[in-house]
């Protein structure tokens, strides 16, 4: 049994990405989908051309890893893709939010993809992937996303290392750094209607960018950022002082 297990799956990026396996990966026999909102993952499973495993967790929570640990246990997959989307944002100072608000942010970004990595890898197939989802604001710090952008540096760091652990296994891991899509993270983060930045960038398709990124990793790449005005923004982030670039992508 040949699977792709995908968190944050409910909408957004994470139901494009379900929506490129089943185009492109037409020999999977299964396809696990996690995330908080079961019914919306029922909903999507009746679509699928494979058998679906719906996985109803909440990964801040720690039982939810251990639930996942005991469903792999127990049906032992061969794993061919983990796709890591699970992810929140905030729009705000951190002087202006609150702790729960923050540590959430780390708890999920950061905490849930490492905990689902781990458990996920000892059942990870050879010539297989895993996909972690970051973001142009891994580039460089974001002022008023200060701990998003913090967490998405993680994200890319983590990726990098992984990537080359896994080198002697053959297991790609790509971090695919898109800028801002029409989702609902942004109402979620509270960023439409509140950031001058964001109407100002140029979008990114979700269905394009899970697309790109599928093929990447299957190409064996470590980073994909789509859209050229981006890729020129993480060269800039590269090159310059973050001190420089900071002010000009204030949120």
Not at 77 to 82: F, G, M, T
Not at 101 to 121: E, I, K, P, Y
Request: glycine fraction near 6%; proline fraction near 4%; include cysteine.
């Amino acid at each position: 049994m040949s699977i792709a297990i995908i968190t944050g799956a409910s909408a957004g990026l994470g139901e494009a990405f379900f929506d490129s396996l089943l185009e492109r990966e037409t020999d999977l026999s299964g396809i696990w989908l996690i995330a908080r909102r079961a019914e919306r993952l029922e909903e999507m499973a009746v679509r699928s051309s494979v058998p679906v495993k719906v996985l109803s967790l909440d990964l801040t929570d720690k039982a939810s890893f251990r639930a996942l640990e005991e469903c792999l246990a127990a049906e032992k997959p061969a794993v061919r893709i983990l796709i890591n989307n699970a992810g929140v944002g905030e729009l705000a100072n951190v002087a202006d939010s609150d702790w729960a608000t923050q540590t959430r942010m780390v708890d999920l970004n950061c905490g849930g993809l490492t905990a689902v990595t781990t458990a996920v890898l000892p059942y990870m197939q050879a010539g297989g992937f895993i996909v972690n989802v970051a973001s142009i604001a891994a580039f460089a710090p974001n002022a008023r996303m200060t701990v998003y952008s913090s967490t998405k540096a993680y994200v890319l760091s983590f990726s990098k290392g992984l990537r080359e652990e896994l080198r002697a296994r053959r297991i790609g891991v790509l971090a695919v750094c898109p800028g801002p899509m029409d989702t609902e993270f942004l109402t979620v983060a509270n960023i439409t209607g509140h950031s001058k930045t964001f109407q100002r960038l140029p979008y990114c398709n979700p269905v394009k960018v899970a697309k790109g990124a599928l093929v990447k990793a299957a190409a064996g790449q470590a980073v994909y950022t789509p859209r050229l005005f981006f890729k020129f923004y993480r060269v800039l982030a590269k090159v310059l002082p973050h001190n420089w670039v900071m002010p000009l992508c204030k949120t």
